[in-house]
């Protein structure tokens, strides 16, 4: 379980914070051998102890798991901002964004209270809810748009697994950080024509 | 390009034909209700106190209790240097059933243990709340990466030997929301098939009660909203039947100074009536209940006050909730200067033999303890009179 052993639970982490780095910073103007540094030097800093724990257990502690789309997302983005390596198009990006988005409309106020009904419970075990997602899968590639089809099936393979904490669909389709990414993302004018695609 | 297209459809067709069938299957909880022997009927009344929680740290709170398999009672709480402190931990210790003596205090959650269980960093943990399942004690608590309470999560540990030892500390994932703002408080209850139903709150954005279930396994399997908005948290559950329960939870509503909250299922848990108001007062404060011999009735400890915690008071209902008597102040209002809800969270438990056991904290210093049997329970009851 990627939750449950540290060092898979350590990369998550590094990936997290290695795709920030670029989201926040413009890391795809610097030199490769600087972008392989700042890699390196994240990577230490989430390695190193800090008051006898690993620096990662920090950012765990402050952000939790990220959902298995993000971390593909997450690897895209290193890959593209790091590397200049493409693995999806700008309008695929588009995409993602509105799907994410209407995801976490869909998600967040219900989950934190706003009324009666609970979205979020539906991510333990309800069928409409897979079978609607398959069809945005089937949709992706019919459109190929096959990233996103990748990794939407790759998270609902992951919550087959268990492989996070989560036994919650949700969880292992989306989260906060990786909303706040999408949308940074898109309105950010820097990452106009420079992001993946 | 055609054999990606190809590939691309292998792996979507292998990923949802995995995942359909492996759904796990709902299943609706029916609730074990509890037995009592009532085998103390026939002794004198009796009813003792005691401040139990000893003097290793400053500041103390939230107790809760269970009684074992052999029917000692094990007593959690949390204490640190101030409620909110970087040093806070869990502490338990077992109220023997032989002699009537008390264990030594033991620290059985510390935070450095919960970091190095969840691999994360850990700044204080707080509200235990525990379950007996078969051979095993379930222990829920919270815990604070950053920021304050609202920034709960919620951990289990298991213990096999009555709580000597403790397994590895598990996070449950309770809300999509970076997993922030799940606590708990009130005690779990068992069902048929041996799930274990959580009550729950959220108060970060919303303020509101819900019940977690847990499978055998402990995982998270289904979760049943009781309120919406920011009116009410700490649920108390208490079960009527295999399918109804109600739940009386603190009010935190701005219209202060508000009513206890009252709410009902009907329908093994799916929906919940919306939240009614009792005749007794709530100061923003947690309450705890329990049923006698009849699910009717009902003793309930609270601060009878709408604004202040400055005392503790056991009502009675015989008629579920509809009405209330009360029957016994445990702690009265003690003047002018008199400190700022020096008693709360009160935690109520009846052993299988019928007696009772009352905790709450007392000016954060200490956790009192106060025991009376059946016979007392009676002599409250006489003395009260009829209800109102």
């Known amino acids: 379980m990627i939750s449950t052993t540290p060092l898979l639970t350590g990369l998550a982490m590094a990936l997290l914070c290695i795709a920030w780095a670029s989201i926040l910073l413009p890391v795809y103007r610097l030199p490769l051998a600087a972008r392989v540094l700042l890699i390196v030097g994240i990577t230490l800093l989430l390695v190193l102890p800090v008051s006898g724990l690993p620096g990662w257990y920090y950012v765990r502690g402050v952000f939790g798991d990220s959902s298995i789309t993000a971390l593909f997302f997450y690897s895209a983005i290193i890959l593209q901002q790091y590397f200049s390596w493409q693995l999806f198009k700008n309008d695929e990006l588009v995409l993602l964004r509105r799907l994410s988005l209407a995801a976490a409309l869909l998600l967040y106020p219900f989950a934190l209270g706003l009324t009666q009904f609970d979205s979020y419970r539906l991510g333990y075990s309800n069928l409409w809810l897979l079978l609607v997602i398959l069809l945005i899968t089937l949709f992706c590639w019919l459109r190929k748009y096959y990233f996103t089809a990748i990794i939407i099936t790759a998270a609902v393979i992951a919550f087959t697994q268990q492989l996070l904490e989560s036994h919650n669909l949700w969880d292992y389709l989306l989260d906060p950080l990786f909303i706040i990414a999408v949308i940074l993302i898109w309105i950010v004018p820097r990452y106009q024509g420079s992001t993946p695609g | 390009m055609k054999a990606i297209r190809l590939g691309v459809l292998l792996v979507i067709a292998y990923g949802f034909t995995l995942a359909i069938p492996a759904l796990p299957a709902m299943q609706k909880p029916a609730f074990v209700l509890p037995e009592y022997s009532y085998s103390n009927q026939d002794s004198?009344?009796?009813?003792?106190?005691?401040?139990?929680?000893?003097?290793?740290?400053?500041?103390?709170?939230?107790?809760?209790?269970?009684?074992l398999n052999n029917s000692d009672i094990r007593v959690f709480w949390y204490g640190g240097i101030r409620e909110g402190s970087k040093d806070t931990s869990i502490y338990s210790r077992v109220l023997h059933q032989t002699d009537n003596?008390?264990?030594?205090i033991e620290e059985i959650m510390t935070r450095e243990m919960v970091s190095r269980d969840t691999h994360r960093y850990i700044r204080k943990l707080g509200n235990p709340v525990a379950l007996v399942r078969e051979d095993e004690?379930?222990?829920?608590?919270?815990?604070?990466?950053v920021g304050g309470w609202a920034g709960?999560?919620?951990?289990l540990s298991v213990s096999a030997d009555n709580g000597t030892t403790w397994g590895p500390v598990r996070r449950l994932i309770s809300s999509p929301f970076l997993n922030i703002s799940t606590l708990v408080r009130n005690a779990p209850l068992l069902t048929e098939t041996g799930a274990v139903m959580l009550p729950a709150y959220h108060e970060f954005l919303g303020k509101f009660a819900e019940l977690l279930q847990l499978d055998s396994s402990g995982n998270i399997s289904n979760k049943y909203r009781i309120s919406h908005g920011r009116e009410a948290i700490q649920p108390t559950l208490l079960p009527v039947d295999a399918t109804h329960a109600i739940t009386f939870?603190?009010?935190?509503?701005?219209?202060?100074?508000g009513k206890i909250w009252f709410s009902r299922s009907e329908d093994s848990l799916a929906n919940w009536t919306p939240l009614a108001a009792l005749t007794?007062?709530?100061?923003?404060?947690?309450?705890?209940?329990?049923?006698?011999n009849t699910a009717d009735e009902l003793l309930l400890a609270f601060n009878n006050h709408p604004t202040e915690r400055d005392d503790i008071t056991m009502a009675y209902s015989a008629d579920n909730g509809a009405t209330w008597q009360l029957l016994h102040q445990f702690?009265?209002?003690?003047?002018?200067?008199?400190?700022?809800?020096?008693?709360?969270?009160?935690?109520?438990l009846q052993t299988h033999a019928g007696d009772f056991h009352l905790f709450y904290t007392w000016?954060?210093?200490h956790i009192k303890h106060i025991y009376f049997n059946r016979p007392a329970l009676l002599e409250m009851l006489s003395a009260a009179g009829p209800g109102s």
């Open chain 2, 44 to 67: 004198e009344p009796l009813i003792e106190e005691a401040f139990i929680s000893g003097d290793l740290t400053k500041e103390v709170h939230s107790a809760t209790a269970i009684e």
């Open chain 2, 101 to 104: 003596s008390w264990s030594d």
């Open chain 2, 137 to 145: 004690i379930w222990l829920f608590f919270v815990s604070v990466s």
């Open chain 2, 152 to 155: 709960s999560s919620i951990n």
């Open chain 2, 249 to 257: 939870m603190r009010n935190t509503s701005a219209g202060q100074p």
């Open chain 2, 280 to 292: 007794l007062p709530n100061p923003d404060a947690a309450v705890t209940a329990v049923q006698l």
């Open chain 2, 331 to 348: 702690e009265k209002k003690s003047g002018p200067g008199k400190e700022h809800n020096p008693y709360s969270y009160p935690f109520l």
């Open chain 2, 363 to 365: 000016k954060r210093k």
